[in-house]
């Protein structure tokens, strides 16, 4: 057996396609760290034993980073004489569906699990015994699956010669049980035999009920099946007919939308005549005003009024600062006529003091008194200056340049306020300016709301005959779409009257029954058939007819089963204790022959200073130390041991268990770097007990260190990083 070429394509390191070609004897795959050598090494043991239909997270992160499919792996070689070629495709997503494995052996070609199960057939061998004795994978020289010699024990009793023995002995186990259970349904089944019989006498007499019944229900059926034709035709008819009436209502509401569509329409292009000429006659002049025209008069009159307002307020300050005036003024004189009274009663009382001395004095004193009220009574300071009456003229100026403003913007409008003359007092008219410019603003203002509602009605009729034209942009198209709903209208009322049921004018009530009844013989029909396929199945699943002498034979025959059954048990148990002793012999056996083998290649890989090795009855490796004079363990943990001699002892293991096991299938060795110790005379050594081997068994190795000068087979050699 050899392997021929193996080509790669979006797995691990090798995004793109790379095809390796190795040759019958030794292939030395040469590279640096992470160039791809144990990626290599990974894609032919996957394209021996990896399922690409797995889901696991080791399968799936051998994808190339960013590829964007998945990886493929094919491979041919060589299998006991046989060509064989192998693909296999791991999807990037969805595997159990998408996974290809395709196998191509003597001309034929399968995929999925036949390829699968011919390939196993082909194989037959496990992927344990093969990284336990052909393949070494890097640093795991000295490790058979995380452990020493020892656990190969285990894996030679499940697969060594390909006898897989534990699960032999579980068949084994399995099947007696499995007899056993058969045993006891044969002693069920024989006291059965006689149950049987009695029930075989009573099964004529249910068989010739069950054909009766059979027969009846076939003519209820058959009956049955003619009147639901008749009422299924006829109410297809009925179906179409309504169809057509359901037809002929959807075309004369469309040809009623459509009608309508174009009468609104015309309408509103009729409208829209009406108000465009309304306009143009009634307020011609008022297009030409502003938008905001409105805005101006309205806040002109809130200005006017605001003036007004603070005119009104002005005036009546100046009305109080003139009568505040005036007092002061009466209050002056009444002050000179006391002191003007005082001055003349003192005068008057000089002419009294001689006359009547009492009266004098009197008239004395009420003028002291009049004297000193004029010169006590307080009069105020002189009149403040007129101020208002500048403030009144700016105010009589705003009010009167609001309302010409007002006014101009009223005679654009053409509405304009008559004053009457400026005669008799300046206010005479103000009531009559007021009521006259309010009944303008107010006839501007209605004929503003009436221009607008225009404005308005005439902007929606233009939004709906928009409208009308998106859903119908060609009126024209409209118009030929009406006639020809109108032809079809013409041509489904002339198919429903030329109907049949037209002319019998069946009643809604009448054929709902109808729709009803063939409702109802159907599921009376379909009630007929499951009973019919019941009494068929029935009548299928009785048992025939079975005479006495033919129990009794069967009596006899389930004796000699469980006679049989009985004799199978006693045959598996001896079965599973002779493959017991078997294995335990094989095990005996292969020590002897294991022993001279590891002998053969300890001297070409240690230089001739290790030559003889033991196995112990678990196959535990043991080499004579020639310096200790003793048969010592061969243990990674054990201090004679170097890792480079520990390796060298461990691979020449490696080998004889590849020949001891080895028959007509001479499995090619896989070996990733196992002399990583070895110094260089040993790796020479090493390197020349593979070109003897590879003249027998092909020979792959994976390293990292360079070879030296000589022919050492075919040599690939793969870049760095």
């Known amino acids: 057996m050899r392997f021929i070429t193996l080509a790669l394509e979006g797995y691990g390191r090798f995004r793109e396609r790379t095809v390796f070609e190795f040759d019958a004897g030794l292939t030395c795959i040469v590279g640096a760290n992470e160039s791809g050598k144990s990626t290599v090494l990974a894609a032919l043991l996957d394209a021996l034993y990896t399922q690409p239909t797995s889901t696991a997270q080791s399968v799936r992160e051998r994808i190339h980073w960013g590829h964007p499919h998945g990886w493929t792996l094919e491979l041919a070689l060589e299998l006991r004489g046989e060509s064989i070629r192998i693909?296999?495709?791991?999807?990037?997503?969805?595997?159990?569906?998408?996974?290809?494995?395709?196998?191509?052996?003597n001309g034929e070609t399968l995929s999925g699990e036949a390829a699968r199960g011919r390939w196993e057939q082909l194989w037959r061998v496990p992927q344990p015994v093969y990284r336990a004795t052909a393949c070494v994978a890097q640093r795991a020289v000295a490790r058979i699956e995380k452990g020493d010699l020892k656990s190969l024990q285990?894996?030679?009793?499940?697969?060594?010669?390909?006898?897989?023995?534990?699960?032999?002995?579980?068949?084994l186990q399995t099947e007696r049980r499995r007899v056993r259970q058969d045993i006891e349904r044969a002693q069920n089944r024989l006291r059965e035999t006689e149950q049987r019989l009695h029930a075989a006498r009573q099964a004529e007499q249910q068989r010739h009920t069950l054909r009766e019944r059979l027969r009846q229900a076939q003519q209820e059926a058959d009956a049955l099946r003619e009147q639901l034709e008749r009422d299924e035709r006829l109410?297809?008819?009925w179906r179409a007919l309504h169809e057509q009436r359901t037809t002929l209502e959807r075309l004369r509401r469309e040809a009623d939308?459509?009608?309508?569509?174009?009468?609104?329409l015309e309408q509103i292009e009729r409208r829209l005549q009406e108000l465009e000429s309304e306009l143009q006659r009634d307020f011609a002049a008022w297009h030409a005003l502003p938008d905001d025209h409105k805005a101006q008069v309205d806040a002109a009159w809130v200005r006017y009024q605001d003036a007004v307002r603070r005119l009104g307020a002005l005036e009546r300050e100046a009305q109080a600062q003139r009568s505040a005036q005036q007092a002061s003024v009466g209050r002056a004189r009444a002050r000179v006529g006391y002191a003007v009274l005082g001055l003349a009663l003192c005068v008057a009382s000089v002419p009294l003091w001689g006359i009547a001395p009492a009266l004098g004095a009197i008239a004395l004193g009420l003028g002291l008194v009049a004297l000193a009220v004029a010169g006590l009574w307080r009069t105020r300071r002189d009149a403040e200056p007129d101020t208002l009456t500048p403030a009144l003229d700016a105010a009589r100026r705003e009010a009167h340049s609001h309302w010409e403003q007002l006014t101009a913007l009223l005679a654009q409008a053409s509405l304009t306020v008559e004053t009457p003359p400026a005669n008799g007092a300046p206010d005479a008219h103000a009531h009559e300016i007021l009521q006259r410019l309010?009944?303008?603003?107010?006839c501007y203002s209605e004929r503003w709301n009436a221009l607008q509602q225009r404005l308005a009605e005439q902007k929606r009729l233009r939004d709906q005959r928009d409208a009308l034209h998106h859903l119908a942009p060609d009126p024209k198209a409209l118009r030929d779409r009406l006639r020809e709903l109108a032809l079809q209208i013409m041509g489904l009322e002339e198919q429903i009257r030329r109907n049949p049921l037209t002319q019998h004018d069946l009643p809604e009530r009448e054929l709902l029954l109808l729709d009803e009844r063939v409702q109802q013989e159907r599921q009376r029909l379909d009630a007929l058939r499951e009973e019919q396929l019941r009494l068929e199945g029935m009548l299928e699943g009785m048992p025939a007819h079975e005479p006495t002498d033919a129990l009794e034979l069967e009596h006899t025959r389930d004796q000699q089963r469980l006679e049989q059954l009985q004799y199978r048990v006693r045959l598996l148990e001896t079965a599973e204790q002779l493959l017991r002793e078997t294995n335990t012999r094989y095990l005996s056996d292969l020590r002897p022959r294991l022993k001279p083998r590891i002998e053969q290649h300890l001297p070409a890989l240690t230089l001739g200073r290790y030559t003889q090795a033991e196995l112990g009855d678990d196959l535990s490796l043991q080499v004579y130390h020639p310096e200790r004079g003793a048969t010592l363990p061969v243990q990674e943990d054990a201090a004679a041991w170097s890792a480079g001699v520990l390796d060298q002892l461990f691979f020449a293991c490696r080998l004889g268990l590849a020949d001891a096991l080895a028959d007509d299938l001479r499995l090619p060795l896989l070996l990733d770097d196992p002399f990583v110790y070895a110094d260089p005379a040993r790796h020479k050594a090493a390197l020349e007990l593979l070109m003897r081997v590879a003249r027998e068994t092909q020979v792959v190795l994976f390293t990292c260190r360079p070879l030296p000068e000589g022919d050492w087979g075919k040599v690939i050699t793969l870049g760095g990083v």
């Open 235 to 237: 109410l297809e008819r």
């Open 438 to 442: 309010q009944h303008a603003l107010h």
């Open 257 to 264: 939308t459509k009608q309508r569509h174009i009468e609104q």
């Open 154 to 171: 285990q894996q030679l009793r499940e697969s060594a010669v390909n006898t897989d023995l534990d699960r032999i002995l579980t068949a």
């Open 87 to 105: 693909r296999k495709f791991h999807p990037l997503d969805e595997p159990r569906r998408r996974a290809e494995f395709v196998l191509e052996h």
